[in-house]
């Protein structure tokens, strides 16, 4: 069985090593900026908060009927 020529498929060419690089250190600094992300908690509103006691009836101002005709297929 013949093998292959591998000299060829060397991967010491400049260009390729220094995107590997460039893109590996893009992904390490997107990561540590992830990690190092520290969550803002919301500020305490200055309006103070109000609670309903009771829901509130909901009536709505119109009443509407959609009726959908078609035919069978």
């Known amino acids: 069985m013949p ?10 060419s400049t260009i390729p090593t220094v995107l590997t690089l460039l893109v ?3 992904f390490l600094a997107a990561s ?12 305490a509103s200055p309006h ?5 006691a009771a829901p509130l009836p ?3 101002d119109m009443h509407e009927t959609i009726t959908v005709e078609a035919q069978r297929v």
């Open 32 to 43: 540590g900026a992830i990690l190092a992300d520290r969550v803002a908690v919301a500020p």
């Open 3 to 12: 093998t292959k020529p591998f000299s060829a498929l060397r991967g010491e």
């Open 24 to 26: 590996s250190a893009w």
């Open 48 to 52: 103070p908060t109000m609670v309903c």
């Open 58 to 60: 909901v009536v709505p």
